[in-house]
């Protein structure tokens, strides 16, 4: 058996086809089992009551209203929450506990620091009875003055001086920044002020928490994070990894907000052992807000030098965002102008200001996907101040070298990208001058912006039963965020082993199984997907080894290197004549299945392990960035007098690696730059400056785009295998998608008006009004 | 949400009956409104009367006008032949509004007696005078954004009807037809059911406790013929207008002879222009007309620290909305 390392595509194989999802008749028909939906004997309820304020301190908070309804089992405050083994509150240094993303768990104490922070739980035997419990829950408080945000005239704003948690947010210099700007000779700086976001996910993060014995729990919990959810739980309970399992069988979306252990799950863990039942939690809309962190507010101004040619010679960047009370936790957005142009001379700092808000959090592509808006609008500047059509100032800028450390890349299909896009987008017929193209009363513009997105280190398990009946189970603990987890994996399950999809099933979103990273990092489908393919490969190895040592194997006595494998065949390379199904070879060693575990490393360190595998020691390894890739196009049709942006025409083309699966990628990639165009023209969560409270915070206040707003869209792949990132040779997709999005959008706008608008979103106001110049 | 009692049923005097019954109880049509602000505590009603098997139904031709039952549901209102063909601005205002979903649902009364979509409003931690009164206005000196810039109080600067189809009928003389607690019946033009917010932005309208929505009559007339709805908003559909305009012009040989002119999303009331309409009587219908009548329309606005962007958008929209017409 020889077909060890990489993933080969099979003839007439399914990998990289617009396979329909697996699980789309359960969710259409209801079958699919999202965590708020097990229906346990004896099950309860629980309710949020949350603070009214956004600092100062409870001065009393009386249950015996909430107590005296019928059915209310339970009312739990700080003043008698069960206690933890470990509280995830530290007002210093890193998180105690790394799953749990806030460094704060409500109801520990009787300050409030942020407005609708969770105050009371209610457990009751109907969600209706604990609903209005919740109401009646007294709570008097006494009040100080909040900070709102790192506007507000009373914020502290202080260099975070590399103590951010999760990204440390170091000030980070590459060459002599200050000498190349002041000796260039062209120069942009511009300053571009982003709103909160708010992931706004359709279902719920939601919650079922069951006992099973004074010692062991089973959460039902909506997480992109089985594996950690289960290992933080465990530390918070004081229990052994263990007895806490995690099931999250289907997600209704997350984009972030649902990768690390938020309180609510925890409290109704809590809530559960105390009553001595399951308790469900499910937060409501407005609860969303307020429960799993959001985009934090920021702004950015980004520093441009370049020739003449226009080519770059300088780029700075510096944030300004705020925190919660505990964390130091901003998004890195200059990360990505070190690897996307090249440019010699390079910086990026970060400041922060703390205020009464919950901790901000990940938020698809946190860090590129704003970042990429000061570089690609900023470029965008640059490229008009010059009279350089925008695509052109990209292509002279472009990087074959990681710019940040000299590396080759693993792969780099960008010029391909940018080519078929501004094929497919027509591109060259794009007037240079902005402003002046019209389509009766509405003025049109074209804009362009470029993606990248790394391909971040992670590793996973997987196990492959493979029965002798012809049939299949491949199981990890990976999540399926909605984006068709379960479809790729069974795809490229079905070719390795050489069966048909139907005869594969395949399981995930339990921390009972082999542990897998979490969806998040754009890191799933790469791992998941290489870890079962080694996995096939360990079940193969070992029937290879099985059929060698068999007298009635056609392949008796073979050297197992000679052995390869075609469909579900075992086949002498020397003699193809000599085959055998491992479903004879099964029977006849009276084995009902046959098992195989993979691990899987993606992104750096595969390449390592790689020149391991490849046994060719003293091989010199050169070490490889790794990025996702591509392009978005955009078109906009501006109404100048009522402000109205529409857009018209969208084309992205992208270099992600091998692609899975047509179909669900192309998904992938609208539902990010429908994501982005929201975050462009429409979403901002606004927050009450007195009160520092959100005055907008429902679906109704909180716009993202509906149909109506989006074109039909036009995404194609560049053809792609990275040798390098992972067995299976898979960027990633999931966070590319949105990167540049909101940048390609915004460009447009600008060519469309010949006004900029540097303040997000661009909503009617803005391009009406003085904002823009 | 509270406990509450629910009753269905199926005529106007057992409705009202039980409202006299129970004076804190409230009516439920659609239930789109109503329970959203249940759900998060704005409002707390004991009992709800549920008034949809009431027959207050029907769209028929009358020597008043159109008239439609109260009961009507808002897609049907705003896809039948005779509205679309005597009202467009009526049809379009209801079809532009809110969801699909939610227009199947929604009543026309329902409609009528909406609230105000102000952040501060819609969320029970804040202080507000309309539903607190005299907790304070903190949309004064806070996100304003979207709010009012006529009509405005220093009580209250939120548009206490934020929809479309108010302002539709408004522009075209529309006639309510209310039932009280007796049972007696009368008629208010809807140019006289909302009240500014003064000092008391919590009285909304002219309705008495119980009294029930019966009918909307539309009065025939050329200018509504030749009519149109116009809603600008920070999404292509399912949202609240930053501005909109409901306008009907007769024009005969390129004069204007009579014109109506509502603006919805900028008064704290839907609104009427009689100044407006008074440039246009008479006038050539040219673009200098319609600026002018724009101009007149929102001289006296009184725009806040965000939303002085709505004196262009609602004049622009007028004139939009005005050249559409006048050019159909
Ligand atoms: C997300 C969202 C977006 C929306 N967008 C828009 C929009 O863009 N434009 C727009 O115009 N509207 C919009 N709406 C509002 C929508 O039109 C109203 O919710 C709907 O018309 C209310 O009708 P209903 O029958 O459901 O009323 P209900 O919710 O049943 O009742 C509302 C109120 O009216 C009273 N009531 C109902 N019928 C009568 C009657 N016959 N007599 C006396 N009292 C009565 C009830 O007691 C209650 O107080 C939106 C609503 C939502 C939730
Ligand atoms: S504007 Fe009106 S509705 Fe808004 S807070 Fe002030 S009083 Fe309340």
Redesign the pocket.
Known sequence: MTDFSAFEPSKGGVVGQPVNRVDGHAKVTGQAQYAAEYALPNLTYAALKTSSIAKGRIKSIDPAAALREPGVLAVFTHENLPKMAQTPNTLAGKYAIYGMHMAFMPLTGNEIFYSAQPVAVVVADTFERATQAAALVQVTYEQARPVASYQSANAEVFDPNGQGYVFDLKKVVRGNPQASLAASAVQVKATYVHPINHHNPMEPGATIAHWEAPDRVTVYDSTQAVAMSQSSLATILGLPQEQVRVVTKFIGGGFGCKFNLWPHTVLATLAAKAVGRPVKLVLTRQQMFTSLGHREDQEQTITLGATKEGKLTTLIHEKTSTTSPWDIFAEPNGAILNWLYACPNYQSSHRVARANVMTSTYMRAPGESPGSVAIECGLDELAAKLNLDPLEIRLRNYANLDPGTGQPWSSKGLKECYARGAELFGWGKRNLQPGVTRDGRLLVGWGMATASYPVRPAQGRARVRLYADGHALVQTSATDLGTGTYTVITQVAADALGLPMANVRFELGDSTLPTAPASGSSVAAATVSSSVYLAIQDVWQRLTALAVRDSQSPLFKALPADVVREQDQLVLRTNPSKREKFSALLQRQGLADIEGVGNSKSGEGYEADQIAFDNKPGTKQTKRSMYSFGVHFCEVKVDPDLGTVHVTRWVSVMDGGRILNTKTARSQIIGGSIMGIGAALMEGTNRDEQYARYTNADL?GYHVPINADIPDMQVEFIDGHDPYVNAMGVKGIGEVAMVGTVAAVANAVYHATGKRVRSFPIVPSKVLGSDAV | MNNFTYTPTNSAKEAIRLRRETPAA???????????MMKVNLVEYPQLID?NALP?TGIEQTTDGLRIG??ER?SDVGEHRLVVAQYPAVSESLLL???AQ?RN???I???L??RTRCGYFRDAAFPCNKRVPGSGCPAQHGDNHGLAILGTSEACIAQTYP???SVALLAFDAVLTLENAKGKQRRVPITSFYVLPGQTPHQENI?EPG???VAVTIPAAEHARRSTYLKVRERTS???ALASAAVGLDVQAGTIRSARVALGGVGTIPWRSPEAEKILTGAPATDETFRAAATAALRGAQPREHNGYKVQLAQNTLVRALQKVATT
């Open positions: 109704a | 409230t009516y439920v049509a659609g239930a789109t409104t109503l329970l959203d008034i207050l109260a009961l808002m509004a809110a969801s939610l649902m929604a009543s009364g329902g409609n007696l909406q929809g479309d189809l309705l009294e029930l929505i399912y949202a609240y």
